[in-house]
């Protein structure tokens, strides 16, 4: 195969297909044939509002599971045949950001980030996989490629907002936002020893999986500010921890640090975009002096961090296939599981496209 199809970014706010030339293998990388894929809030904030600038040709999809079709020289741990979970952030190893601790951001702010933001991404017929032996994990047996496709992103950044937020043992949580990185951040919480888990959202099929993934309580924040019924569902005190993962920039950091206790955490996986600024309120930030920590990361990528989760649902911890509403196949149906995605029906969570390429 010399060139190959992807779906792309033409410029912000446009869309389609092109052709391109199979990308190179370098001794340490490798090329991948997805077999899963599945569109992201970020591809529409990308699009469509322009978040990181503009784009031109760019293949979208950074959220794949697919199986090994050439690796270098130097990788020792996959071979052609392999079928492998790819994380959506692929990190420089050798980076001096990984090695003090930080591999999301190696080379630069979001430089993990590299699929659908400096090279092109996962949907189409082939990628390419930069540091395949710390980029790639092996699927395991008995994890489906959907339940899969889920940890790479979605549950990878909302377990990393629960593990950001510094939950006590019996300490108690507010998710905002219950889309799919909000439903991963719920589960996260609850294996790490919360009591209370508040879930702040109201789509249907939302609070369900919520329910399924440990919250306790739902705040429908329709029927009054999230921090008021918080106040009012803990006696006045308060959560011990806040995970930010949807909501807008004008009131949703307002009613986090208005719902943490003195002590508590902030804990940031949303991706700001739709403004230049993010609105912190001084006064219920006790003038920049409450002791309300503020926390954020990008999601962990690697393939330690895709071992772990895998295991987590291997045993039967969580499921993060209750994720996926909607399935597709075919590689011509990326582009509707994308719209889809962008059009945000009401009995979607996630969308994941099925492949079956040559």
């Keep these: 195969m010399a060139t190959f199809k992807g779906f792309a970014m033409k410029k912000i706010g446009e869309t389609g297909w092109v052709e391109k030339e199979v990308p190179k293998c370098g001794p340490m990388d490798a090329i991948i044939k997805p077999t899963c894929v599945s569109p992201c809030t970020s591809d529409i904030h990308t699009v469509w509002e322009g978040a990181i600038g503009e784009r031109t040709d760019m293949i979208l999809g ?17 071979s052609p045949g392999d079928k492998v979970i790819v994380p ?7 980076d001096e950001a990984a090695q003090r601790g930080f591999p999301s951001q190696t080379t630069e702010p979001l430089g993990g980030w590299k699929f659908s933001n400096f090279k092109d991404g996962v949907f189409g017929e082939r990628f390419h996989v930069n540091m395949a032996d710390g980029n790639l994990a092996h699927l395991p047996e008995g994890l489906s490629d959907e339940g899969a496709c889920m940890l790479v992103d979605m549950w990878s950044t909302g377990m990393m907002g629960s593990e950001n937020a510094d939950i006590p043992l019996g300490g108690t949580v507010l998710v ?17 020893g919360a009591s209370k888990i508040f879930a702040a959202g109201t789509r249907p099929i939302s609070v369900k999986v919520a329910k399924e993934y440990g919250a306790t309580d739902i705040i429908n924040y329709k029927e009054g500010t999230i921090d008021e019924q918080v106040r009012d569902l803990t006696n006045g005190e308060g959560v011990d921890s806040v995970i930010i993962a949807g909501g807008n920039l004008e009131n949703t950091w307002k009613e986090a640090i208005s ?55 291997l045993v039967g911890r969580q499921d993060p296939e209750l994720l996926v509403t909607h399935k597709f196949r075919g590689l011509e149906k990326i582009e509707d599981a994308l719209y889809l995605m962008k059009e945000k029906p009401k009995d979607l969570i996630k969308p994941v496209v099925l492949l079956d390429l040559d």
């Design 176 to 192: 905002i936002g219950i889309g799919a990185v909000g439903l991963s951040a719920i589960a996260g919480a609850k294996l790490l």
């Design 259 to 313: 719902s943490a206790k003195a002590g508590g955490t902030v804990s940031n996986v949303n991706y700001l975009s739709g403004a230049d600024n993010v609105f912190i309120p001084r006064v219920e930030w006790g003038c920049g002096m409450s002791n309300i920590n503020i926390k954020n990361g990008l999601c962990p990528g690697g393939a330690v961090r895709m071992e772990r989760l895998a295991a987590l649902a």
């Design 88 to 94: 959506a952030i692929t990190p420089d190893w050798d």
């Design 62 to 78: 950074h959220e794949a599971v697919g199986e090994v079709v050439e690796v270098g020289s130097l990788v020792t741990k996959f």
